[in-house]
């Protein structure tokens, strides 16, 4: 079982940027998918982006493509979050999810990202 661990969260500025990393423990998370998704105040968690763990491919929600990039570093067992251009509606808490071939779902205990001036 793969336990997972937020961090890079913060205050930031609108057209700022952050990048978040979910460091894996207890198995390679190259026998995950790997998602990030966000939970704004009031709504409802939604997907933002994922990756495989055998090629790498990338998937990202319309509303941040061309601002946010998933990827991995296979050696550090991290998934990263880059996010660029921030605006405050991507304020929200942001989680980390690994999903295994047998479809059982492990999260992180999320990170808070708050956009405002």
């Known amino acids: 079982q793969v336990q997972l661990v937020e961090s890079g969260g913060g205050l930031v500025q609108p057209g700022g940027s952050l990048r978040l990393s979910c460091v894996a423990s207890?198995?390679?998370?190259?026998?995950?998918?790997v998602r990030w998704f966000r939970q704004a105040p009031g709504k409802e968690r939604e997907w933002v982006a994922g990756i495989t763990g055998v090629g790498g491919i990338t998937n990202h929600v319309e509303s941040v493509k061309g601002r946010f990039t998933i990827s991995k570093a296979d050696a550090e067992n991290t998934v990263y979050l880059q996010m660029n251009n921030l605006k405050p509606e991507d304020t929200a808490v942001y989680y980390c999810?690994?999903?295994?071939?047998?479809?059982?779902?492990?999260w992180g205990q999320g990170t808070q990202v708050t956009v405002s001036s």
């Open positions: 207890g198995d390679s998370l190259r026998h995950y998918e």
């Open positions: 999810n690994a999903v295994s071939l047998t479809g059982i779902e492990y």
